[in-house]
Every structure is written in C-alpha cells, then in structure tokens.
C-alpha cells in the first residue's frame, strides 16, 4: 500500500470527525493563526497535507484565498464537498510534497501544516519555506496518551502499537532543521483532548485499519480486536479518550 492508498482508507473517518464540528482546540488554532500572520480577506493560504479540509473552510470564512493541498485523493473529494459553500477563491492540489518540485515560490502569505508527515526533514524544511513569503506554520504531536486504545490492545492479548515513533525527538528534529534552513523557530505547546464514541464494531475497525498493515488482517485477529472491545464497552459504546500536548513551530521568511 502507498501512501496515498494509506491516507484514502482513512478519509472516512476524517470525515466523520470533520462532520462533527469544530472543538476549542480548532478555534484556538485558527486564531492563533490569524493574529501571527495577520490575515486578511483575499491574503493567499497553503495548508500541505490538508485532509478533509478542516482549516481550509474556516480560513475561508475569514476570507483568505486558500490553497488545499493533499497526497490522498480521497481525502481532496472530502474537502471540496467540505468547501462547496465558501465563495472566496479556494481550490484542490494533488500533490506529494515530498517529492514534487517546488512550485508556488512566495506566493503564499502563510504556508501552514498540521499533523501532517510531508514536512519532516531539511529539504522538506527549505521547500515548505520558499513557498511562503510571510509565515510558516507546523503543528505536532508531543505527547499522546489513549488508554480505551491501550486496554483494547491488552484485552487482545496484543503488544501496545501507537502511531507515532519518539514524538518528542521528531519534534527537537524539526526545530534543528528550520535553524539549519536559516531561519528562527518559534515554539509553543497546547493542550488537545477529545473523545470518540464507537461501537465494538466500528473500534475493532478503528484499530485493526489504522495499526495493522492489511496484510496482517487476518479472521482471527478480527475476531481478537472485536472480543476485546466488546468487553471494554458500556451498553455497546466504547468512548475513547485522548489526551494529546501538541506542539506549534512557526516562524518568519
């Protein structure tokens, strides 16, 4: 599987988190964002790796011309049904920012990616920042704690599996590389927690597809996954709890 195939399989269930609404933490990010660049209606935005296009529709009810950038093809059909009512410029890119040649150069007052792999080492560092002739933004995870998700795993007879590696180590990595690249980081950390309500069902789906490469989806750690979360649930929910410290690295061009 590639990675646009990765991401296609989890377009569902952004969409799903997207159709529920905005939290706190979105409006704290969205203004957050909107004082450090000082944005106004018609100022050019970026988001690289942009999902469902959360941020995009709420920087386009602020008025911005945004760009919505994505490896996942899937995840582009979301957001421009998500974006169908915005009446600011807005438009779709299929892109692998990784591996695609810079284009775009100054043309974006803020180039902004959140909780997304594309920008991870210098060179992704340098072409993330010659896109923008203003600001720069990433957003991280730190720290993240799910123990509905752990006690799945323990229920399975399971070793633990997270989605991400050393969180912290990959964050101090991106700061090396924003210094390195000739710039000054600024960082700052938020507190993100929320909660998912799933069946059995859908939380054994909910695991066995986002830590299980599908090969390994075999009938009989299925049926490990569903047994398990049938025990942990109350009155056939399951509410999975998330604890997350993000991690906000920004800085000027």
Not at 21 to 33: I, M, P, Q, V
Not at 119 to 144: N, P, Q
Not at 161 to 188: N, T, W, Y
Not at 198 to 221: G, M, T, V
Request: with cysteine.
């Amino acid at each position: 599987m590639n990675k646009a195939e990765k991401w296609d399989k989890n377009a569902d269930s952004f969409q799903k988190v997207f159709l529920g609404g905005e939290n706190d933490y979105n409006g704290r990010l969205t203004a957050f964002l909107a004082q450090l660049a000082s944005l106004e209606p018609g100022d050019k935005v970026i988001d690289i790796g942009c999902g469902v296009g959360k941020y995009g529709k709420i920087l386009g009810r602020l008025g911005c011309d945004v760009t919505l950038s994505d490896i996942s093809p899937r995840m582009l059909e979301f957001a421009a049904e998500n974006m169908a009512e915005i009446k600011t410029p807005w438009r779709t890119l299929l892109l692998d920012f990784e591996t695609a040649e810079p284009s775009g150069i100054g043309e974006y007052k803020l180039a902004m990616s959140t909780m997304c792999p594309a920008v991870h080492d210098l060179e992704t560092v340098k072409k993330f920042s010659a896109i923008s002739r203003g600001y720069c933004f990433l957003s991280m995870f730190y720290d993240w704690q799910q123990p509905a998700r752990d006690e799945m795993f323990r229920l399975a007879g399971l070793e633990p599996r997270g989605l991400h590696g050393d969180m912290k180590a990959e964050c101090e990595a991106i700061v090396s590389f924003v210094r390195e690249a000739g710039f000054e980081p600024q960082v700052r950390y938020e507190s993100y927690c929320w909660s998912d309500e799933r069946s059995p069902h859908d939380a054994a789906e909910y695991i066995l597809n986002r830590y299980f490469e599908p090969q390994e989806h075999l009938p009989e750690l299925k049926a490990r996954l569903l047994s398990a979360a049938e025990r942990l649930s109350k009155d056939g929910v399951i509410s999975d709890g998330v604890d997350t410290v993000v991690v906000w690295i920004y800085w000027t061009v």
